[in-house]
T-cell receptor
């Protein structure tokens, strides 16, 4: 079946630094990838949609300069949280299409 | 504006019982309705999905019932087990799965032994 690998699973960074999260489709070509943020005991909040080779489309209220998304190939998309602050601490999850929206295992980001 | 409404928010079922989670949608352009299971600290995993041309789909103990006229769909978990304890999300999308998913708010299911 379709597999999406997300790394790292956990990351702790200092306030003001940047952190990159990778999302790879292992056995299919992901023309579209989605990035979500999930707060504790809440549903998934779509941050942005990225199509290979083009700029990401951000949801309303998501700072595109803070959450940089790159989808340079059909198997890799990255989310970079720039100048991270404690309020950016969250669970970030990627998803890849067209294989029925397969999700990665998520990344727990803690900014200290 | 929430486009997919999910209920209940939490559900407690005894082992062997039937768990039922309901969702209602507003956008008639939706044509793909998946259900996801999520354990703490993990990404959502696709359980089962349905398209509006069928009224029911069953995979093992999991069944989706779909009512197009009422714009409602539900997940039934038969013979619920403690290992089924997780958060379940319904979702919907347009254009057969190439557009973004709209999620319900989730249902935390607890199956007591």
């Amino acid at each position: 079946g379709a597999v999406v690998s997300q790394h790292p699973s956990r990351v702790i960074c200092k306030s003001g630094t940047s952190v990159k999260i990778e999302c790879r489709s292992l056995d299919f070509q992901a023309t579209t990838m989605f990035w979500y943020r999930q707060f504790p005991k809440k549903s998934l909040m779509l941050m942005a949609t990225s199509n290979e080779g083009s700029k990401a489309t951000y949801e309303q209220g998501v700072e595109k300069d803070k959450f940089l998304i790159n989808h340079a190939s059909l198997t890799l998309s990255t989310l970079t949280v720039t100048s991270a602050h404690p309020e950016d601490s969250s669970f970030y999850i990627c998803s890849a299409s067209p294989r029925g929206y397969t999700f990665g295992s998520g990344t727990r980001l803690t900014v200290v | 504006q929430q486009q997919v409404k999910q209920s209940p928010q939490s559900l407690i079922v005894q082992k062997g019982g039937i768990s039922i989670i309901n969702c209602a949608y507003e956008n008639t352009a939706f044509d793909y309705f998946p259900w996801y299971q999520q354990f703490p600290g993990k990404g959502p995993a696709l359980l089962i999905a349905i398209r509006p041309d069928v009224s029911e789909k069953k995979e093992g103990r999991f069944t989706i019932s779909f009512n197009k006229s009422a714009k409602q769909f539900s997940l039934h978990i038969m013979d619920s087990q403690p290992g089924d304890s997780a958060t379940y999300f319904c979702a919907a999308s347009k254009q057969g799965g190439s557009e973004k998913l709209v999620f319900g708010k989730g249902t935390k299911l607890t199956v007591n032994p």
